[in-house]
């Protein structure tokens, strides 16, 4: 009953909202579930929707999220922040999602607040969004964040190093390409080919072809392969029998690349690792060779907007849908 009430509140359209927002304040959480995706992208919804971030039922705070996010007001971003620390997976990566998606003047700041603390499932969080939006005071934290014994905290601060333009972000990445950690040299090999080609960037990933784990081989050959390295061709070839199927694939797709020819193979499971991050596709757009690389490093991927795309191009950020990130922030943990 309650799901057919919802219905023909919604063929009402504009008129149902005021009785829709009243429901929202005055609903228990089943109710809320039902209503919130029929809350309309109107400013004045928004303190309504944000007091359901604060519902006992997780389902409830991720919609109010997602609802916030489709509403496009960035004045939900600080209340979007506090549910970073949410006890459920599921409403930390909607506010992630939210956030990126609307982005605010305020954005900046918090996130580096969010990013020195000493909660690290917040630092995580942080770490995110300042990788999306490639922040270039976000610089110290994420070299900071390279130096941490949490895999989870390297791993996020790798994926935004590509994109700030500092000598040092590029030191940082052929420094992790050489941890003793093999997903963070995984990590590293896969953020290395989003930046530009030159000798010890080459190198780094020539050294990768040979490392003892098939993921390093795998994002070493693709990364070979986005940068175009022709010298690294037979290289690459030679690949094509590595035992390890990751590899082998990768070896097909990047040997594709670097001929100038279609990507005549993909790995098992489209390379996806079993351990996380393996399907993370950014899209960017904007100026600067930073954020020309971001846009090579998607590959077609999907540009995320809701009618933000245009102040995200301006600002040189990585542009992502929501529902990327949200799949990132899964394989991430």
């Given amino acids: 009953m309650a799901r057919a009430a919802a219905g023909a509140l919604s063929e009402l359209g504009a008129d149902a909202d005021t009785q829709i927002l009243q429901a929202l304040r005055e609903g228990d959480s089943l109710r809320r579930r039902v209503l919130l995706p029929l809350v309309g992208r109107r400013s004045a919804a928004v303190p309504d929707v944000m007091s359901c971030l604060e519902d006992r039922d997780a389902a409830v705070r991720a919609l109010a999220a997602d609802t916030l996010s489709r509403i496009g007001s960035p004045a939900a971003v600080p209340a979007l922040f506090e549910r970073l620390v949410d006890e459920d997976l599921r409403v930390v990566q909607a506010a992630v999602g939210a956030i990126q998606s609307l982005g605010s003047d305020t ?114 050959c693709q990364a070979l392969g986005k940068l175009n390295e022709e010298a690294a061709a037979d290289a690459i070839v030679a690949l094509a029998d590595d035992a390890a199927g990751g590899a082998r694939g990768g070896g097909g797709r990047a040997g594709a690349h670097a001929h100038g020819e279609r990507d005549v193979g993909a790995p098992a499971r489209g390379g996806q690792r079993g351990r996380g991050c393996a399907a993370r596709r950014p899209a960017g757009a904007g100026r600067g060779p930073a954020a020309g690389r971001a846009a090579r490093a998607a590959g077609g991927g999907e540009v995320g907007g809701r009618g933000h795309t245009a102040r995200r191009a301006v600002r040189g950020g990585r542009i992502r849908g929501a529902g990327d990130a949200a799949r990132a922030a899964a394989c991430r943990g």
């Fill in 107 to 220: 954005t900046e700041k918090l996130a580096l607040q969010a990013a020195r603390s000493p909660d690290a499932r917040l630092r995580r969080a942080a770490l995110r969004i300042i990788s999306y939006f490639g922040y270039s005071k976000g610089l110290e934290v994420l070299l900071q964040a390279m130096r941490d014994p949490d895999e989870r905290l390297r791993d996020a601060a790798i994926y935004g190093l590509p994109f700030i333009e500092d000598p040092r972000a590029v030191d940082a990445l052929l420094t992790a390409a050489s941890h003793e950690s093999e997903r963070t040299r995984a990590a590293a090999m896969r953020a290395l080919g989003q930046t530009e080609k030159e000798a010890r960037i080459t190198s780094a990933l020539l050294r990768g072809l040979n490392d003892r784990d098939p993921w390093v081989r795998y994002y070493a």
